[in-house]
């Protein structure tokens, strides 16, 4: 079992982090041991964005104030740490090393130890500044995934929307999961000519 560090930030993006719980209490169960750690304005979002108690899957929960955490030391051997979402604000403190909180404290722990930080980053466009701030924690060794869903396998309803962003965290956590229909490439691909459809055709547009 993956002792991951599930933090949620102040941005929009609350039903991300509501659906990696599902899939831990759900088909995930014995693979991942979420615990979870709220901002202030993130336990604010998810209110407004999903409106359940978190406390109600039974993990742990724990004060983003309690910097005596376990997973406030590298020592405590956790496995990962993913933020769902992470606001800019956020990234910006990580990438300057203020951890001035647990959420900021555990993310230094992941860096510093060499173990997987997934920040999904909710905020869109991006500005100069925030395009820094993800160049410094990707050389950092975080892996900075957008919370940009796809649609190639035809997403039924949200939460198969969410699903999409979800598998690929759980990917980069190390997780098995099969949240999605993975892509193996389009049947068919090559034309009657014998091209690829991406090739340009000779004969023009």
């Given at each position: 079992?993956?002792?991951?560090?599930?933090?949620?930030?102040?941005?929009?993006?609350?039903?991300?982090?509501?659906?990696?719980?599902?899939?831990?209490?759900?088909?995930?169960?014995?693979?991942?041991?979420?615990?979870?750690?709220?901002?202030?304005?993130?336990?604010?979002?998810?209110?407004?964005?999903?409106?359940?108690?978190?406390?109600?899957?039974?993990?742990?929960?724990?004060?983003?104030?309690?910097?005596?955490?376990?997973?406030?030391?590298?020592?405590?051997?956790?496995?990962?740490?993913?933020?769902?979402?992470?606001?800019?604000?956020?990234?910006g403190r990580i990438?300057?090393?203020?951890?001035?909180?647990?959420?900021?404290?555990?993310?230094?722990?992941?860096?510093?130890?060499?173990?997987?930080?997934?920040?999904?980053?909710?905020?869109?466009?991006?500005?100069?500044?925030?395009?820094?701030?993800?160049?410094?924690?990707?050389?950092?060794?975080?892996?900075?995934?957008?919370?940009?869903?796809?649609?190639?396998?035809?997403?039924?309803?949200?939460?198969?929307?969410?699903d999409t962003v979800?598998?690929?965290?759980?990917?980069?956590?190390?997780?098995?999961?099969?949240?999605?229909?993975?892509?193996?490439?389009?049947p068919g691909a090559?034309?009657?000519?014998?091209?690829?459809?991406?090739?340009?055709?000779?004969?023009?547009?």
């Amino acid at each position: 079992m993956k002792r991951v560090v599930v933090a949620v930030s102040g941005a929009s993006g609350a039903p991300y982090a509501r659906r990696l719980l599902d899939f831990c209490a759900g088909p995930g169960r014995g693979a991942v041991q979420p615990h979870l750690l709220f901002t202030r304005i993130g336990r604010m979002c998810w209110a407004d964005e999903v409106g359940t108690d978190p406390a109600a899957y039974g993990f742990p929960v724990t004060s983003n104030q309690d910097l005596a955490a376990a997973f406030a030391s590298g020592s405590a051997r956790f496995d990962g740490m993913v933020i769902i979402p992470c606001s800019a604000g956020q990234l910006g403190r990580i990438a300057h090393g203020i951890s001035a909180d647990l959420v900021g404290r555990a993310a230094d722990v992941m860096l510093k130890e060499r173990r997987p930080l997934v920040l999904v980053l909710r905020e869109s466009p991006y500005s100069l500044v925030h395009v820094r701030n993800m160049a410094a924690v990707i050389e950092a060794g975080a892996t900075v995934l957008p919370a940009s869903p796809s649609f190639y396998s035809r997403p039924a309803d949200l939460d198969s929307l969410l699903d999409t962003v979800v598998s690929r965290v759980l990917d980069h956590l190390g997780v098995d999961n099969d949240l999605v229909e993975r892509w193996t490439g389009r049947p068919g691909a090559v034309s009657p000519r014998g091209r690829a459809p991406t090739e340009p055709d000779p004969d023009g547009p």
